[in-house]
């Protein structure tokens, strides 16, 4: 794309502002600015425009039920062989998700590198790593392991996991990719310039993973290894069990094409998405969607009839992610705080969040999928999510579960 084309093209998107300072670039940056508006997707933003609008349907939401904690384990034994007979045969593989920024979190490198020891060091992708190796030692093979980064985080992501030679994982097991970026806006659908010949860009939320695996040649490599099922995770949650084969053993028995782990509703107003159905098929409903309804409601037996919430860690059929890789995601225009270059050439480090980003979710996947196992797991020993340093899902209380479940910090 020359000047010229750039130039037509953002006038027509009301983006002329992105050209601001073209004339104070070097060669080189001029170059690097036209290939970035080359690559900018528009459609994305104009989801803004029905955001505004408030188009959003009326849903057709009902509870769905869950494999309960008691009736797996009166199955256990039988789940955790099949899931076991699967692993052995590189039927699994597993997905960290670990492109996100962890604003939150107020750490300016990839979260997975954060060290949430006291008495010695432990990081949280070697509590996963270590939470994986147990599966691998059950199973006597490796899980084959794909770990996703954006393109902000994966220099940083890998050199990390060699220093530390993966955390006794066998490297040729894993797999690095990178996910999409997207730009963010002002709260107008403005572009934001994080330098003068850069546009504020941000990881296109969780949501794009399949695509970007595949685009990153991994579908080959772990069908080669055979695999059938994907292990998708959050980075942050350090008690979870990936590649569980319980989980996956009953994510097989049932037919389904995919599998949610779930935990009860701790309080009614918990802000968790609920896994639901909506017109037949599975979906989650986020916690701010959630209406009187279904948080106060209860079945017969008294128990809340829209009950279980997910942690992040789900099971797709390779074969169904396929089928359903050209179906379009929502965007979700989520507010957070955005550096930018203002327009007397300032960069502004916001304490407020001060426009969009634009993401997709992989809670959205599930609703694409034919069906869903909804498996309660024990929240005390399975979720222990760090999204901030103190208060609720933070360092505080990942460390208090930790202790309780022996893991020495
Ligand atoms: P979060 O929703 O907690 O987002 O991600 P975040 O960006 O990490 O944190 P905040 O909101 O800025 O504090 C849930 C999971 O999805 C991954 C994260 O790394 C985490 O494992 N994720 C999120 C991605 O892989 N890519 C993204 O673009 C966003």
Not at 228 to 244: G, H, R, S, T, Y
Not at 325 to 351: G, S
Request: glycine content about 8%; some cysteine.
């Amino acid at each position: 794309m020359n000047y010229d084309e750039a130039k037509d093209l953002l006038a027509g998107k009301g983006q002329s502002h992105l050209l601001r300072y073209y004339d104070e670039l070097s060669e080189e940056e001029k170059e690097c600015l036209l290939a970035q508006i080359a690559g900018i997707d528009f459609s994305t933003l104009e989801k803004l425009d029905g955001k505004k609008e408030g188009t959003d349907a009326v849903r057709n939401i009902e509870p769905l039920g869950a494999l309960t904690i008691p009736e797996i384990e009166k199955n256990r034994d039988y789940y955790e062989k099949k899931g076991l007979d699967a692993i052995r045969q590189y039927k699994v593989g597993a997905i960290l998700l670990a492109g996100g920024q962890g604003t939150r979190l107020g750490y300016d490198k990839p979260k997975g590198t954060f060290n949430i020891g006291e008495t010695k060091e432990l990081y949280i992708f070697e509590c996963l790593i270590n939470n994986l190796l147990e599966v691998v030692k059950k199973a006597g093979t490796y899980v084959p392991l794909a770990i996703m980064t954006s393109d902000i985080n994966y220099e940083d992501t890998k050199e990390f996991m060699v220093m530390h030679d993966y955390f006794g994982y066998d490297a040729e097991y894993v797999h690095f990719f990178i996910q999409d970026m997207a730009p963010a806006t002002d709260f107008n659908g403005k572009i934001y310039l994080a330098d003068k010949g850069k546009i504020a860009m941000s990881p296109n939320g969780n949501g794009g993973w399949f695509t970007s695996f595949v685009n990153a040649g991994l579908l080959e490599v772990f069908a080669g290894y055979g695999v059938e099922w994907m292990n998708v995770f959050a980075v942050d949650n350090v008690l979870q069990k990936i590649a569980d084969p319980c989980f996956v053993g009953a994510a097989i028995d049932s037919g389904k094409v995919s599998a949610a782990k779930v935990v009860s509703k701790a309080f009614p107003e918990e802000k968790v998405g609920l896994l639901c159905t909506e017109d037949g098929r599975p979906s989650i409903v986020e916690y701010y969607e959630m209406t009187d309804e279904m948080m106060y409601s209860k079945d017969e037996n008294g128990m809340p009839l829209y009950n279980y919430g997910v942690i992040l860690n789900y099971l797709f059929s390779l074969d169904e992610l396929k089928r359903i890789m050209e179906d379009p995601l929502p965007v979700h225009i989520v507010e957070k705080k955005i550096p930018y270059i203002d327009d007397n050439a300032q960069t502004v480090k916001p304490t407020e969040p001060n426009g969009y980003k634009y993401e997709l979710l992989v809670l959205d996947v599930i609703h694409l999928m034919r069906d869903c196992l909804s498996y309660e797991v024990v929240r005390d020993k399975e979720f222990a999510p760090i999204k901030s340093l103190t208060g609720v899902d933070s360092l505080e209380t990942a460390r208090e579960l930790l202790k309780r479940n022996g893991v020495e910090y």
